[in-house]
T-cell receptor, first 113, second 109 residues
Framework: DVKVTQSSRYLVKRTGEKVFLECVQD?????MFWYRQDPGLGLRLIYF???????EKGDIPEGYSVSREKKERFSLILESASTNQTSMYLC????????????FGDGTRLSIL | AQRVTQPEKLLSVFKGAPVELKCNYS??????LFWYVQYSRQRLQLLLR??SRESIKGFTADLNKGETSFHLKKPFAQEEDSAMYYCALKGLGNEKLTFGTGTRLTIIP
């Protein structure tokens, strides 16, 4: 069974802090994704990566960056956290090709004070 | 550009009644469509996808290319169906998913 693990379920940070959200998958998937989930807005793609050291912007990349140094790990970075980045963050992974679904982690609820 | 519309944010249905969650999409090619579900305090998980043509937990969804719809249906709602449901689209040759805004389904006992 695919396992996508996000390092924290809940996180509280202060405005201006640099914040790291970590995600690890154990199925050797090429693709990894970061979304934020907000009521009434659904899931919006922040960044995704289709290979080590490769990344592409999603629909709402502003204020975020990512890092993928190893295939199994995809990090989301908030360079200078702001209150409008308070949200639920979901990580997902999928293999390339075919018609494979994305598998999601439990999510990290991030609050920026 | 690809777009997914779920017109209902909230839907309440009595137990035993039929359920239909609407999903319409906009995409110029042949899309892959998915329904994801998130039960309370659980992770988002795949419910079904159109290529499988299967019924999961009594739910079915048919891709209607003429109406560009992928509505989720169940003939008799159960209390455990209460959850958040998201429709999602993947374009040809594209690994990204575009999600709708979701519908929160509540089954009334």
């Amino acid at each position: 069974d695919v396992k996508v693990t996000q390092s924290s379920r809940y996180l509280v940070k202060r405005t201006g802090e640099k914040v790291f959200l970590e995600c690890v998958q154990d199925m050797d998937h090429e693709n990894m994704f970061w979304y934020r989930q907000d009521p009434g807005l659904g899931l919006r793609l922040i960044y995704f990566s289709y290979d080590v050291k490769m990344k592409e912007k999603g629909d709402i990349p502003e204020g975020y960056s990512v890092s993928r140094e190893k295939k199994e790990r995809f990090s989301l970075i908030l360079e200078s956290a702001s209150t409008n980045q308070t949200s639920m963050y979901l990580c997902a992974s999928s293999p390339t090709g075919g018609k494979q679904p994305q598998h999601f982690g439990d999510g990290t609820r991030l609050s920026i004070l | 550009a690809q777009r997914v519309t779920q017109p209902e944010k909230l839907l309440s249905v009595f137990k035993g009644a039929p359920v239909e969650l609407k999903c319409n999409y906009s995409y110029s090619g042949s899309p892959e469509l998915f329904w994801y579900v998130q039960y309370s305090r659980q992770r988002l998980q795949l419910l079904l996808r159109h290529i499988s043509r299967e019924s999961i937990k009594g739910f079915t969804a048919d891709l209607n290319k003429g109406e560009t719809s992928f509505h989720l249906k169940k003939p008799f709602a159960q209390e455990e169906d209460s959850a958040m449901y998201y429709c999602a689209l993947k374009g040809l040759g594209n690994e990204k998913l575009t999600f709708g805004t979701g519908t929160r389904l509540t089954i009334i006992p």
